[in-house]
Every structure is written in structure tokens, then in C-alpha cells.
């Protein structure tokens, strides 16, 4: 019947070969994931806490191994505690390597966004431009078809200035002979041996 303590041994090795697998695993993922953000960040949060579980089994078999009785046995734990520790410290690395892609992953991400909103503001202001250019065109044909009219006005009131002084003089020139015509009748009525 194996011992207490070799049971125990036993579990954290069980356990540390799991955690390492799972860590391994969600490494990989993290490497496969195309976004969006939220998953990103997810997947860090369980390496990290994948990595707490990992470092606790660690330190459990590091202490089981310094209680050993047997000074090989407890050398031999010991030696496979660095062996964890060392793939551990590499295990680290990638985690960290994830976090700073995250972070990366974030920032082109914001850069995206206001990229996005800087084309938007520019559509928006070449559509601006183009209803203005359309306004200013509309306005040039309007005062385009107002200066001929204009035109046609000044035109028309040349004529009726020239008329009215044509009609004046003709008027005068009425009144004239109306008078002629009675100053004669008069004369002929009035002094006929004139």
C-alpha cells in the first residue's frame, strides 16, 4: 500500500502534467483566435488563472519533496520541481508574448476605429462638398437666367423711354395743330378780311 505522501506526489504530478497541458492548450488558441477582443482577453484570464492553479501544484510538490524521508527520493522530486519551474518560466514568456500581442491586438484595433471614423467624417464631408457645389451651380444658372432677364428689362425700358419721348413729341405736335387749326378758324371766323 503506497503512502500518504506518495499519493499525494502523485496528484500534484497528475495535476501539474494537466494544468501544463491546459495552459498549452489555451496558448495555442490564443495564437488561432482572430478576434474579436473580448475573446482575446477571455483566453488570457484563464492563462493566467491556468498559470496560479500551475505555480500552487508546483509549490505543493516542492514541499512534499523537502518532507521526503528518503534523500534520493526527496533530490529526484526536487530536480523534477526545477524541471516544472523551468517550463513554467518558458510557459511565462508565451504568456507574456500573448498579453503584449493582446495589447497590440488592441491598439490596432482603436487605430482601426478612428480610422474608420476619419474615412466616415470624410465621406460626410466630401458629400457636404458635393451638395455645396451642387448649390453653388444651381445659384451660377439662376443668376445666369436673372442677368437675362435683367437684360431684357433694361431693353424694354429703353424702348418705353423712347416711346414715351416719341409720344410726347407727337403729342406736342398734336396740340400744335390742334391750336394751329383753331387759331386759323378763329381768325377766319373772327377777322375774315384778314
Same mark, same amino acid.
Given at each position: 500500500?503506497?503512502?500518504?505522501?506518495?499519493?499525494?506526489?502523485? !496528484? &500534484?504530478?497528475?495535476?501539474?502534467?494537466?494544468? =501544463?497541458? $491546459?495552459?498549452?492548450?489555451?496558448?495555442?488558441? !490564443?495564437? =488561432? &483566435?482572430? *478576434?474579436?477582443?473580448?475573446?482575446?482577453?477571455?483566453?488570457?484570464? #484563464?492563462?493566467?488563472?491556468?498559470?496560479?492553479?500551475?505555480?500552487?501544484?508546483?509549490?505543493?510538490?516542492?514541499?512534499?519533496?523537502?518532507?521526503? =524521508?528518503? $534523500?534520493?527520493?526527496?533530490?529526484?522530486?526536487?530536480?523534477?520541481?526545477?524541471?516544472?519551474? #523551468?517550463?513554467? @518560466?518558458?510557459?511565462?514568456?508565451?504568456?507574456?508574448?500573448?498579453?503584449?500581442?493582446?495589447?497590440?491586438?488592441?491598439? +490596432?484595433? *482603436?487605430?482601426?476605429?478612428?480610422?474608420?471614423?476619419?474615412?466616415?467624417?470624410?465621406?460626410?464631408?466630401?458629400?457636404? @462638398?458635393?451638395?455645396?457645389?451642387? %448649390?453653388?451651380? =444651381?445659384?451660377?444658372? $439662376?443668376?445666369?437666367?436673372?442677368? *437675362?432677364?435683367?437684360?431684357? *428689362?433694361?431693353?424694354?425700358? %429703353?424702348?418705353?423711354?423712347?416711346?414715351?419721348?416719341?409720344?410726347? @413729341?407727337?403729342?406736342?405736335?398734336? +396740340?400744335? +395743330?390742334?391750336?394751329? %387749326?383753331? +387759331?386759323?378758324?378763329?381768325?377766319?371766323?373772327?377777322?375774315?378780311?384778314?
Amino acid at each position: 500500500m503506497a503512502a500518504p505522501q506518495d499519493v499525494h506526489v502523485r !496528484i &500534484c504530478n497528475q495535476e501539474i502534467v494537466k494544468f =501544463d497541458l $491546459e495552459v498549452k492548450a489555451l496558448i495555442q488558441d !490564443i495564437r =488561432d &483566435c482572430s *478576434g474579436p477582443l473580448s475573446a482575446l482577453t477571455e483566453l488570457n484570464a #484563464k492563462v493566467k488563472e491556468k498559470f496560479q492553479q500551475l505555480r500552487y501544484r508546483i509549490q505543493e510538490l516542492e514541499q512534499s519533496a523537502k518532507e521526503q =524521508d528518503k $534523500e534520493s527520493e526527496k533530490q529526484l522530486l526536487l530536480q523534477e520541481v526545477e524541471n516544472h519551474k #523551468k517550463q513554467m @518560466l518558458r510557459k511565462t514568456t508565451k504568456e507574456s508574448l500573448a498579453q503584449t500581442s493582446s495589447a497590440i491586438t488592441e491598439s +490596432l484595433m *482603436g487605430i482601426s476605429r478612428m480610422m474608420s471614423q476619419q474615412v466616415h467624417q470624410s465621406e460626410e464631408a466630401m458629400q457636404t @462638398l458635393v451638395n455645396s457645389s451642387r %448649390t453653388i451651380l =444651381d445659384a451660377n444658372e $439662376e443668376f445666369k437666367s436673372m442677368s *437675362g432677364t435683367i437684360q431684357l *428689362g433694361r431693353k424694354l425700358i %429703353t424702348k418705353y423711354n423712347r416711346r414715351e419721348l416719341t409720344d410726347k @413729341l407727337l403729342i406736342f405736335l398734336a +396740340l400744335a +395743330l390742334f391750336l394751329a %387749326t383753331v +387759331l386759323y378758324i378763329v381768325k377766319k371766323r373772327l377777322f375774315p378780311f384778314l
